[in-house]
């Protein structure tokens, strides 16, 4: 299995994770976004077959968005003098496992791979947190990969803001 970075004349073949949305996004959509500058996505790819795939975009995490008590967490993270109302993140934009690899610890894998290369890459741009807009039946996955709920209110109900700090990895 390897990881790819979709570009324009990649041949995409078909993709099931189950939810129709995630599915279109990938055939119809992610091209776009990535000529657009909106998001990169990234594949990975097992003998020709496509069997994950997650997106990523600049992000941040800001006071309006959080509850008070998680704000104060975070902001009690950084020392006197480096508080702000918002601090840098990278957005997992989608993230969907194919149907028959399902189940079968790849996304977590594939999430312990990404955050070990966004840890390690010398990049230009500074950033704390992994953030992504969890469904709501895969908030369970997020938590068991070190994410914790952002927001508890019930603004959307279909997803949940959650985060990863990157301090986690030491
Ligand atoms: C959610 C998802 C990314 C997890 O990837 P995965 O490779 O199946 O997960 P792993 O094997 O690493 O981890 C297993 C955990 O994922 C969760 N999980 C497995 N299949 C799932 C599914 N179809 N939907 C939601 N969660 C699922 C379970 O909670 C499981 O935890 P458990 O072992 O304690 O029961 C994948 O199942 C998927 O793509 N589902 C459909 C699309 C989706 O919900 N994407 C997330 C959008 S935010």
Not at 12 to 34: I, M, Q, R
Not at 43 to 50: M, R, T, V, Y
Not at 66 to 80: A, C, L, Q
Request: with cysteine; proline share 1%.
């Amino acid at each position: 299995m390897n990881v790819v970075r979709l570009t324009s004349d990649y041949v995409l073949t078909a993709f099931d994770c189950g939810d129709s949305d995630l599915n279109e996004f990938l055939l119809e959509d992610a091209k776009h976004f990535l000529e657009k500058r909106i998001a990169n996505t990234f594949i990975l790819e097992d003998n020709g077959c496509i069997a994950a795939y997650f997106c990523l975009l600049n992000d941040k995490v800001s006071r309006v968005e959080v509850t008070n008590s998680r704000w104060k967490k975070i902001k009690d993270s950084f020392p006197e003098g480096k508080r702000f109302r918002s601090y840098p993140a990278i957005k997992i934009g989608r993230f969907a496992v194919s149907k028959e690899y399902q189940d079968r610890n790849i996304g977590s894998m594939l999430l312990d791979l990404l955050k070990d290369q966004l840890n390690t890459q010398v990049s230009q741009s500074a950033f704390r947190f992994i953030t992504v807009d969890a469904y709501l039946s895969a908030i369970h996955f997020y938590q068991k990969n070190g994410f914790v709920e952002l927001s508890l209110k019930e603004e959307d109900e279909h997803t949940r803001l959650m985060f990863f700090d990157m301090m986690e990895l030491g």
